[in-house]
């Protein structure tokens, strides 16, 4: 009887220490599953200005997905988003304590000029030119209005760079200041507006 008991109490034991285990394990593990996922596959981001609007405004918080660029580093490649992605970078000559939303118009090769209130892109596929602005993706509101720029300005984009634009382009500090962006500095792209609920939107 006595053998009964302690075999009870030693099996009550392990079945409650496995529980603290498993407890344990979980609550280590969690912050760290937190911790690699915002490192690698998605980042958040709240809008701050008007540079984006109409398409985001002020205080938008949006969804970033990462994992593009994590796997090009991996495989030790650039990572070249796609034409009209949104992205969040850092420009580390221009703003470097903060992360920056544009879209991307330019990339490597392309050259960009600028007529009157439209952006034009010259390349292979496009050697007579491509307006970007009717070949925007159906969700972007960009602000159409005349903006100044020195209109005879070419400007090449060069490997491992995008050149960006605000949509909101007469109230946007983005490439025409600063320059094509680095890739290397690209955080990732935008594919979800979060935040506020009443327009959310999948990109």
């Known amino acids: 009887m006595a053998e009964t008991e302690s075999y009870q109490q030693n099996k009550l034991k392990k079945y409650f220490l496995r529980i603290l285990e498993e407890k344990l394990a979980f609550i280590v593990l969690l912050p760290l599953l937190a911790i690699l996922i915002t490192?690698?596959?998605f980042h958040f981001y709240?809008?701050?200005?008007i540079s984006m609007e109409k398409t985001f405004?002020?205080?938008d918080f949006l969804v970033v997905e990462k994992l593009g660029k994590t796997t090009a580093s991996i495989f030790r490649k650039d990572y070249v988003?796609?034409?009209y992605d949104v992205i969040v970078f850092q420009e580390p000559d221009y703003s470097p304590d903060e992360e920056i939303v544009k879209r991307v118009v330019g990339l490597p090769g392309d050259t960009?000029?600028?007529k009157q209130d439209k952006v034009i892109v010259y390349n292979k596929?496009?050697?007579?030119?491509m307006e970007v602005g009717k070949n925007l993706p159906w969700y972007a509101k960009p602000v159409s209005e005349e903006y100044t720029y020195d209109q005879d300005t070419k400007i090449k984009v060069t490997e491992g760079h995008v050149f960006v634009l605000g949509d909101n382009r007469p109230h946007s500090d983005d490439s025409r200041v600063f320059g094509p962006v680095d890739t290397k500095n690209i955080t990732g792209r935008v594919i979800i507006r979060l935040l506020p609920l009443n327009k959310a939107l999948i990109l």
């Open 112 to 114: 960009i000029a600028f």
């Open 57 to 59: 405004n002020d205080d």
């Open 39 to 41: 490192a690698f596959v």
């Open 46 to 49: 709240r809008v701050d200005g």
């Open 125 to 129: 596929q496009n050697p007579q030119g």
């Open 81 to 83: 988003p796609k034409r």
